[in-house]
């Protein structure tokens, strides 16, 4: 049997929401048709953003989303996004399928999609092929109150009043599609454009986010920190955050391999690879340590998720996949590890929101679903903005197929400001139940909800005709016990139980 220690009297850190946070690219059907259709669109719209998802992703507490790339980011040119639409610049969108982009959803949108979401904002900056004045224009654009050209701009465009900028990503995957620099060039660069990066609000300064690793380049981190921090100190806001991209593949880079279709040993392959965001966290994390020991710069997850081969029939550049009990568990384990690490994960982006790789939403024409990713996101809501708490795993079970050997149990725990104590656990077992005993320090706790998402079948998905395939479900197979509880968790799941006095 697995036991699961809680000491609900150590606070070990606080998870910041915005580690639940969402990114969104211009990227095949995410921006148009899966968040945006326009204000004339037959599908019921607020402004554009149609209200079925905006309605479905306000459940989730979306805390921050990021926008308007990816590599879509160092092409983007924000002045063609802004002004009567009839007259905004048409271009091609060579990174992702050579569609026209019409640019009718620039900047103004884009934060009104922030406001009706209710979220922070985070957008990124062309470094790759913009101008430090392009960026910083763009900031003043955006932020500056007050008489400027830019502030004069954007009223002339029908916002008088700043927005707030709460991150800002001064370039994307710099070491590849954001211009294939060197960590030392692209250091040197950062420092440039982000000095341009002007808090026009003292009150709410912009943090600014420097592009880090692609997975176990830790050559890059070494490089850009060596780079950048050798005046750091000097520089009030210099850096806030770095970045880190990691997609799980579950048959490598070039294959990639199917997102309905998969056996068992590609089930324990995936999560393999999901658990291994831990060690990337950690030796990342470790050279952060010796140039930031306070832990000032927050560790960003800005791309994270599983990425298939695309589905079949549809455009291979706009990267749509379906989404599996599989997903639900590679959401599940990757959320527990950015809790317990929550001392240096201050943010972190799924990618991507709608219609791309591990989406929580998927439409098609008026229709919308929410995928198995959804629901675990949903439950794990309850993290934000809690106190993550001391908990500890014993007589948990190597299992897999191979090489690809995994615990069959994660989990972390936390407490919210009332006191209620949310734990999620997960079984990654594809086969077999597993009881797990949960105890915590004191008595008399009670649990308040539990709720389960589960599939009958390892690839089980929704689909438009049957969109309830996957739910999050009422979960019953627990019982109270004098300091905790017991819980009978099935194969494959993700597991959300709360506890209070
Ligand atoms: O999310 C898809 C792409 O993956 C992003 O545009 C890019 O930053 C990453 O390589």
Redesign the pocket.
């Known amino acids: 049997m697995v036991k699961l220690k809680i000491n609900e009297e150590k606070i070990s850190g606080r998870i910041e929401p915005e580690i639940y946070g969402h ?1 969104s ?1 211009h ?1 095949g059907r995410c921006i148009y048709e899966g968040i945006y259709v326009g204000e004339n669109s037959e599908i019921t719209n607020v402004n554009g953003m149609r209200t079925d998802v905006v309605e479905a992703l306000k459940e989730l507490k979306v805390p921050v989303l990021r926008w308007p ?4 980011a160092d092409e983007y040119h924000w002045k063609d996004g802004i002004g009567p639409k009839e007259s905004r610049k048409k271009m091609i969108n060579t ?2 399928g050579g569609v026209v982009e019409d640019n009718s959803f620039g900047t103004h949108e884009y934060m009104e999609l922030c406001r009706q979401l209710g979220c922070k904002t985070y957008i990124n900056g062309n470094l790759g092929s913009g101008t430090v004045q392009e960026m910083s224009e763009w900031v003043e654009y955006m932020t500056f109150k007050g008489v400027s050209p830019m502030a004069d701009l954007r009223a002339k465009n029908g916002h008088e009043e700043p927005w707030t900028i709460d991150y800002f990503g001064v370039g ?2 710099n070491w ?2 954001g211009g294939n620099m060197t960590p030392q060039y692209y250091a040197n660069e950062y420092r440039r454009y982000q000095t341009y990066v002007r808090n026009y609000d003292a009150e709410r300064p912009i943090k600014k986010i420097c592009c880090g690793a692609n997975v176990e380049d830790y050559f890059w981190t070494e490089g850009v920190l060596e780079t950048a921090f050798s005046h750091a100190e000097q520089f009030h806001g210099f850096m806030d955050g770095l970045s880190l ?1 990691y ?1 799980v593949h579950p048959e490598g880079w070039e294959i990639k391999g199917s997102a309905t279709d998969f056996t068992e040993e590609v089930w324990y392959k995936t999560l393999y690879k999901a658990l291994f965001m831990e060690r990337l966290i950690n030796r990342h994390g470790a050279i952060m340590d010796r140039y930031d020991p306070d832990k000032k710069v927050g560790m960003i997850v800005d ?1 994270w998720g599983t ?1 298939y081969t695309c589905e079949p029939g549809t455009n291979p550049g706009f ?1 749509y996949q379906q989404n599996t009990v599989r997903d639900a568990l590679v959401a599940g384990i990757t959320l527990n590890i950015f809790n317990k690490h929550c001392d240096r994960v201050k943010m972190a982006a799924l ?2 929101m709608v219609n ?2 591990q989406s929580v939403i998927l439409t098609e024409g008026d229709k919308m679903i929410k995928t198995p990713t959804y629901h675990v996101m949903h439950m794990y809501r309850h993290h934000q903005g809690a106190d993550l708490l001391s908990s500890e795993l014993t007589g948990v079970k190597e299992i897999g197929i191979g090489e690809w050997k995994v615990p069959n149990v994660t989990e972390s725990v936390s407490a919210d400001a009332d006191g209620v104590i949310t734990v999620t656990v997960n079984n990654l077992s594809v086969e077999g139940a597993e009881t797990v005993e949960i105890s915590l320090a004191g008595t008399g706790y009670h649990v308040t909800e539990a709720r389960i998402v589960t599939g009958s079948d390892m690839r089980a998905h929704n689909t438009f005709d049957a969109p309830e395939t996957v739910v999050e479900a009422e979960f019953s197979g627990y019982r109270e016990t004098q300091n905790g509880l017991t819980a009978e968790l099935p194969a494959n799941c993700v597991v959300e139980l709360r506890l209070a006095k």
């Open positions: 990114f690219e990227l790339g990816g590599c879509f990174h992702w994307n995957e590849g599609c991209h997609y791309e990425w990267l990618a991507q791309v790789l």
